[in-house]
């Protein structure tokens, strides 16, 4: 049975209700596409250093205070993830894409308008979701 890549995702939140997302280079797996923030949870670290490591490395964003968001299992043709996506609720820094990414805020509610890979349409509706309950 393949290996399953755990990946540390975030979803970061502004005061304003805007999420942060990233366009994936071109030459990676789901390149071309938007994401959330985040990578692959390395060997002896907790899937909270990842993310917290990945934010910094890939956005410039230090991240304070997150909370479990959802969990999603996703089979592709050529891999199979498990993306652990927490929401991030405080942060100091200004985005930035330091790997050259175009990056964007955008609102819940337009987040359908962008191409995410197959696996996010569940952590969008999760999103939509927590929303209502915060
Ligand atoms: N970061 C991130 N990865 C996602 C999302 N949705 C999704 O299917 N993935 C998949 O999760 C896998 C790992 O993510 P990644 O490429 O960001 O890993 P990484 O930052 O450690 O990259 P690296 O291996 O180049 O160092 C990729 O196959 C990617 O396509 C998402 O919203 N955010
Ligand atoms: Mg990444």
Sequence with gaps: MASVVHVAVGVVC???G???IARR????HMGGRWEFPGGKVESGESVQQALSRELLEEVAIEATDLKPLVEIRHEYPEKTVLLDTWQVTAFSGEAEG???Q???WV???ELDHYQF???NQAIIEAIKAAE???
């Design 14 to 16: 502004r005061d304003d």
């Design 18 to 20: 805007k999420i942060l």
């Design 25 to 28: 280079p071109d030459h990676l």
């Design 98 to 100: 330091r790997e050259g």
């Design 102 to 104: 175009e990056t964007a």
């Design 107 to 109: 609102a819940v509610d």
């Design 117 to 119: 890979p197959d696996a």
């Design 132 to 134: 209502f309950s915060d």
